[in-house]
């Protein structure tokens, strides 16, 4: 099956040989150094000297993460949010506590700096506000350089999403002064999921020692304490361990300024290949995802069948629409491990499903 959903992402062999090796001891020596030989391989994709933490949870751990680390219930919270992914941020803030301010855009739609600037002119008691790099329901990269210089403007903390994006699309945590970047494995990373990555900059760190919220198997001081001896607090996921060694040979092997151009290259020829075909892209194209492709399903198109025909002629999984976009998009995940020929058999097996999902 060629999965391209975004996420779980397929995983090279040499990824599928490593996290098939025998478990070692998460407290011997060799855990130790490999942990210790990952951290500043992720560093540098981070491009970050800033702490990276490895985290034993999904995506929406690393929020969770990234809330409960730097905010006191009660703390107001500008909850940027475009789509799926932005609203379960924002939602995650608010149980915990956070008065949560929503700067809530129509799905589709990316963030205006501007409204960012001034929401946060408005509502001077802000602390911190969460935002996705790339939202994968709506297949939008919002303009996080842009919104990153705001919030800077006001010096408020600034908690980042980049689940799918970092790794496949530039994101500088540092050149950006990004406070808490968080990002998922199963993505551009080419492993199976199971971990997640914090990079906390020293913003962050002050906002922790000051943070109130209940925090416990997501504090970062004791992941701090015990990645000082190349451990985690709790038991990890030794084989993704074992799977991201590899994979980020793989990815800076090939350099990642070479991965955002490869993700740019393939991504064009699946935005042509919608336009070529009279379809349109949910968001407006200059904020186009390089990781994930959103698609309006054109009225005489049957959703199921189109996704189902590709699934059973031509074992190819793409993703439907999600929250208030199912049955109306589809997605196409095309992040981590896939080259131009990958897509371009893609779109091949796409036009065959098309011909076949048109509604009578
Ligand atoms: N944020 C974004 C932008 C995502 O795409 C996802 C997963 O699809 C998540 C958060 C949540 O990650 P997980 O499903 O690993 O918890």
Redesign the pocket.
């Known amino acids: 099956m060629h999965l391209r959903i975004?996420?779980p992402t397929p995983c090279p062999d040499d990824v599928l040989k490593a996290i098939g090796r025998q478990m070692i001891n998460h407290r011997g020596k060799p855990f130790a150094e490999m942990s210790n030989r990952i951290t500043p391989k992720l560093q540098q994709c981070f491009q970050t000297k800033n702490d990276v933490f490895i985290l034993t949870t999904?995506?929406?751990?690393g929020?969770e993460s990234a809330v409960v680390n730097t905010l006191s219930p009660g703390d107001k919270v500008l909850g940027v949010s475009i789509g799926f992914?932005g609203e379960?941020?924002a939602e995650c803030a608010q149980v915990y506590g956070a008065e949560v301010i929503p700067l809530k855009y129509e799905w589709g739609k990316a963030v205006d700096p501007d409204d960012v600037r001034k929401a946060l002119k408005d509502n001077p008691g802000i602390k911190a506000v969460t935002v996705?790099h790339?939202?994968?329901s709506t297949g939008t990269t919002n303009p996080l350089k842009e919104i990153a210089r705001v919030v800077r403007e006001f010096d408020k903390l600034i908690l980042v999403?980049a689940?799918?994006s970092l790794s496949s699309i530039d994101l500088p945590a540092d050149a950006w002064d990004l406070d808490v970047v968080i990002s998922?494995s199963?993505?551009g990373w080419m492993v199976p999921?199971g971990l997640?990555f914090a990079s906390v900059s020293e913003r962050a760190w002050k906002a922790h020692a000051a943070a109130k919220m209940p925090r416990f198997y997501f504090d970062y001081t004791r992941a701090k304490k015990f990645a000082a001896d190349g451990q985690t607090p709790w038991t990890p996921a030794v084989s993704v361990y074992f799977g991201l060694d590899v994979a980020l040979d793989i990815m800076l092997n090939e350099g990642l300024q070479n991965i955002f151009a490869r993700h740019q290259r393939v991504a064009d020829k699946a935005r042509k290949w919608v336009k070529s075909r009279g379809m349109r892209l949910v968001p407006e194209e200059r904020f186009a995802s390089n990781t994930v492709t959103a698609v309006h399903a054109p009225e005489d198109m049957d959703v199921s069948k189109f996704l189902s025909t590709l699934r059973t002629e031509h074992q190819v999984e793409i993703a439907g629409g999600q929250g208030i976009m199912k049955g109306k998009v589809f997605r196409i995940g095309h992040l981590g491990f896939i080259s131009e020929k990958d897509m371009d058999e893609m779109t091949e097996a796409m036009d065959k499903a098309l011909a076949k999902a048109k509604k009578a």
């Open positions: 975004p996420g999904s995506g929406t751990g929020l992914f379960r941020f996705t790339n939202e994968t999403d689940v799918s998922g199963q993505k999921p997640a």
